[in-house]
Nanobody, 124 residues
Framework: VQLQASGGGLVQAGGSLRLSCAASGRSLSRNAMGWFRQAPGKEREFVAAISWSGVNTYYADSAKGRFTISRDNAKNTVYLQMNLLKPEDTAVYYC??????????????????WGQGTQVTVSS
């Protein structure tokens, strides 16, 4: 499985970005998906997760009310809509896949495959 994250960039505080994670080599259906991020000098942290059906989602407190995770299994793509961005959201964002799960895992060790990351920079 290869996961390709895209959509990052430079945005001013208060702005929005939509990240995409496209999969190849395997269907995203029947697999949970998550987004994580890593800021300079910090450990990678959980942002959001979505179950394979899309019915269940889970967010880190820092993402609640501002970020929305969604998926389009027909397009084999997962999205992270990020609104009201803050400078502290600056990080490399990674998507990840958990095989065969209807859960919404939030730990890195729960995931089986990772994308390469896309840089998000929020200026103040």
């Amino acid at each position: 499985v290869q996961l390709q994250a895209s959509g990052g960039g430079l945005v001013q505080a208060g702005g929005s970005l939509r990240l995409s994670c496209a999969a190849s080599g395997r269907s995203l259906s029947r697999n949970a998906m998550g987004w994580f991020r890593q800021a300079p000098g910090k450990e990678r942290e959980f942002v959001a997760a979505i179950s394979w059906s899309g019915v269940n989602t889970y967010y880190a407190d820092s993402a609640k009310g501002r970020f929305t995770i969604s998926r389009d299994n027909a397009k084999n793509t997962v999205y992270l809509q990020m609104n009201l961005l803050k400078p502290e959201d600056t990080a490399v964002y990674y998507c990840a896949l958990r095989l065969g799960s209807e859960s919404v895992p939030s730990e890195q060790y729960d995931y089986d495959y990772w994308g390469q990351g896309t840089q998000v920079t929020v200026s103040s």
